[in-house]
């Protein structure tokens, strides 16, 4: 069993940077693989990045590449997802979420546990 509790979220300009963190409960969480997706209003929840048991593989969406970085730190139980370079395509409510094991899914069926979500809004 894991909990996540998402933060970081806010209201930043375009062109701008915000932080996610996502911190989660449970004594192993470095062998949970751990995902961010976003779901803006009126469209289904998307994946966008994802990370490795040791953060040595990292993915993300195409909508991302080279603006979003995921990491982790396994001994403060957190992952992060750094946003650069906002859009205002960009704004939706962002989940994280764990998945037990090996496989580092992109699709939200093949995750068991989420966070509550943290809201980001892009304004022009």
């Known amino acids: 069993q894991v909990q996540l509790v998402e933060s970081g979220g806010g209201l930043v300009q375009a062109g701008g940077s915000l932080r996610l963190s996502c911190a989660a409960s449970?004594?192993?969480?470095?062998?949970?693989?751990m995902g961010w997706f976003r779901q803006a209003p009126g469209k289904e929840r998307d994946f966008v990045s994802a990370i490795s048991w040791s953060g040595g593989g990292t993915y993300y969406a195409d909508s991302v590449k080279g603006r979003f970085t995921i990491s982790r730190d396994n001994a403060k139980n957190t992952v992060y997802l750094q946003m650069n370079s906002l859009k205002r395509e960009d704004t939706a409510v962002y989940y994280c979420a764990a998945n037990f094991g090996v496989v580092v899914p992109r699709r939200e069926h093949e995750y068991g546990y989420w966070g509550q979500g943290t809201q980001v809004t892009v304004s022009s």
């Open positions: 449970g004594r192993t969480f470095s062998r949970y693989v």
